[in-house]
């Protein structure tokens, strides 16, 4: 299956349905993510263990690059509160990727074996119990501003179209 970009740079994974999209683009602008490229693709059980309704694979950090995974089933129940909140909460764990790469390469580098472990185990309690909490927090408010975003590029948009018409019709009685 081919990924698609959250960007709207490249849609070539008809599967994905367009609400993921545009929430995930939707979140990623809130977060000031545009940098980022993100593919987005539906699989049956993701995960390593086949029981998250999604994941967040950082492939690139240092070049902007992530994957979120939907379970198929719940991006078939289409664009509601629970659905939203999952798509937030993947953007999230992007959003917090340096981060998660710093203490993946602390563990990594200066831990010993037994340690290691633990401490990675401890970071991903933490930043998941961080997640959940900014997801209930913030979703209420960043729906409010991403819906008033979208109205005032709606009236930016009547009104530039609005203004050409107006131009084409006054440039047309001028015309001798």
């Known amino acids: 299956m081919k990924p698609s970009t959250a960007s709207g740079k490249s849609a070539s994974n008809s599967h994905v349905p367009d609400w993921i999209h545009d929430r995930a683009k939707g979140y990623m602008d809130f977060y000031g993510l545009g940098q980022w490229r993100v593919h987005l693709m539906l699989e ?27 379970r198929r089933a719940r991006a078939e129940e289409g664009d509601n509160r629970n659905n939203r909140e999952l798509v937030h909460h993947e953007v999230l764990h ?59 590029a709606q009236r930016l948009a009547l009104n530039k179209s609005h203004r050409s018409k107006k131009e084409v019709n006054k440039n047309v009685s001028d015309a001798p």
């Not at 995960?47 to 694979?57: L, R």
């Not at 909490?133 to 005032?152: H, Q, T």
């Open 44 to 70: 049956d059980n993701p995960g390593t263990d086949g029981t998250a309704d999604g994941t967040c694979e950082l492939s690139q950090v240092r070049y902007r690059q992530a994957m979120l995974s939907f």
């Open 94 to 152: 992007i959003a917090l990727g340096l981060m998660h790469e710093s203490v993946r390469t602390i563990c990594e580098k200066m831990l010993f074996d037994d340690n290691r472990e633990l401490a990675w185990d401890l970071f991903e309690q933490a930043q998941e119990a961080t997640i959940e909490m900014l997801v209930r927090s913030l979703d209420p408010d960043i729906e409010e501003l991403l819906e008033f975003r979208a109205k005032k």
